[in-house]
């Protein structure tokens, strides 16, 4: 396998993909056994880079590239390694390897540069295991909130004891973040994770913002009661109410061309002859503007409680998390559109992200732009997520590039 | 605490109540810890009342009482041991206590029967583990079938290992089985379920037929995907195809006069960001009779279809269990009447059951009747459910006389 190419990028892809904690589809949340094979597994690869491999005060994997002088400043490449369940093998994974890669290129070529590197695979930006994303990101950042302690899992153990479990200092987590005086930026390459570029025959695009997003856990409360014994007109069935949710979800958001979507449902106690008497649902809706997406919300909670009023429901709401939509910074991303243009693009496609990235909270921390690679059908978050082989190698190229741009700006 | 009185039954449905494998209400199944203690306490309650407790080859809890000679049939009295997750404590309990109480009575007062009695508590009418219901009555009544061995339990335990685990014989389930030629009748005392006796301002009312129900294993699948990425118009959100046959169900049972309940639901993966790509669901169909059961269920079959195809979804349908509806045996039904009516009421309440028992099981085996008990508010299968002490009080002296009357009609 040739060093640093596409080809051991997506082998190394291939590799991460066995360390899961399922088999249909990948599964490798936070502070997991799984968690702890990929860093190590990454660290190997790091070190083979010429970066010094550590893990953070949070769990992330981090490699470190000497600058000139003890005092200049780093550019923070990466993307992050954990997943959802049931996920494909290049979403946060393929832009992690890519920046690797990349460092070990410029290695490979001697190129003299004025800042140094931090590679960071984000230990958790899916928010899989605790339902808050960017942990990994937001303590790379600074923003780690005391509050997140005591999140619980699905099995009801805290942030606290996992960090501990896994042999963090729950204490000490703030070691993790910069010190932004001596950050030059952050570059994120990832898989587009919708079908825009395919659909414009493009192999990679420079990225405008991050559409902020809000996540509810939604609850709807009735009574249980027996499936035959109960007459319509006295059940208080609190799947019905939160089904009529999951129409209005799409109905509301659609409308108003935002994103909203359903993803966890599950009605309690969940037996077949039992009337549902609580249901547990969450919600994650996303728009190009705050204002429209705070709009839409609203618009959903007032549906709900409607629904919830008509069957003698009680409908509960607690909010997980609000991003508010972000933009990159003009200089980085002309970095970015200056590496894709060196691949022979001479207009690369500008578009928005609707999906999360590290990049979001890394942006209270400095300046960011990202790099989309083409996807597959726009398919992500699911096994059949896939990438082509000769984009990944232009996305190589860009990304190397990129960082000389940024290098080039900086000096 | 007075022997064989409303109060040590209720006291001993207290007791039950204890033997749970969860908190948040009464969870016992079948072949489990509690299903075993559960018997081994009701066995020694038993042997209290004069009966010979034993557990037979299903798994059910019997005891019994021998008729006046060796060829004498016997009266099958009982109800359910059993619970649904987060179950009250008098759903099938309160019938089987009852059965023993009654039989304590009549040895009390010396009582000359005609035939011997048998007391079951079945060890599994609500389904709950496997899906298929009445698994402990159609050992006794010798429908046990032969495909049930490899239904699987939430955990992928099958019934076979389970049966095993639990120290049951599966090559020796038929042994449970009674021979019809000598049996009389099965009579069964349970609460209504439902709030017709309480609205009608009587304790006790004398059960016409049950109706019959249907169970289906629902599943929608589509396909998997990130919740921001993928647009609206490339999405196959299984969730939304359910949720739309989750509000079908409602609108065409109660408008064709029948009762359609999804009791469980459940979206996979089951991520916040991550478009549901399946969703699992459970349908329980019943009307007044098979013809109109059937008719709904077509309606239903084909809007889900509809929806399905409108989404790009896949539908699939597994039927677990179709009980036809059943009618008591008159002559039975009469002495349950006559029961009632010695405790004063001149001319009892005849309802239909909608709630399945495990006479309906029993029906393949001989003629049955059955005695329902006001329970508050019409509340089951719900840890609220509960009944009045003098209630039951007057259902043992009924259910007391319904024997001897059934005696009286035999000699």
Known sequence: MTPFS???????????ATIT????????SYLTPEHARANWTVGEWMDEAGLTAWQDAAGNQRGSLKGPSPEAPVLILGSHLDTVPGAGRY???????????????????GAALPFGIEVIGFA????????????GSCAVAGTWQESWWSLRDPHGVTLRDAFVAFGLDPERVGDAALDPS???????AHIEQGPLLQDAGRALGVVEGIMGARRFELEMIGEAGHAGGMPYGRRRD???????????????????????????????????????????FSLDLRAETDQLRDQVWDEIEETALKAAAARNLAFEVSELHAARATAVAPTLASAVEAGIRATGDPAPMRLMSKAGHDAMAIADLCDYAMLFIRCKDGISHHRDEDVRAD?????????EAAVLAVADAHG
Do not use: H, K, Q
């Open 182 to 188: 001596r950050v030059v930026g952050y570059l994120e």
């Open 91 to 109: 979403d946060g994974i393929l832009g992690t390897l890519m920046a690797i890669a990349v460092v070990g290129r410029l290695r490979a070529r």
């Open 238 to 280: 609190a799947l019905l109410g939160a089904s009529e949710v999951v129409g209005a979800v799409e109905e509301l958001a659609r409308g108003a061309g935002a994103i909203g979507t359903v993803g966890r449902l599950r009605a309690f106690p969940g037996a077949m002859n039992v009337i549902p008497g609580r249901v547990e």
């Open 21 to 28: 904690a399922a088999t249909d589809g990948i599964e490798r």
């Open 6 to 16: 596409a080809g051991e990028v997506l082998a190394r892809c291939d590799v991460l």
């Open 391 to 399: 984009d990944v190698e232009l996305a190589l190229d860009a990304f």
């Open 124 to 135: 958790d930006e899916e928010g899989t295991r605790f339902g808050r994303t960017l942990l």
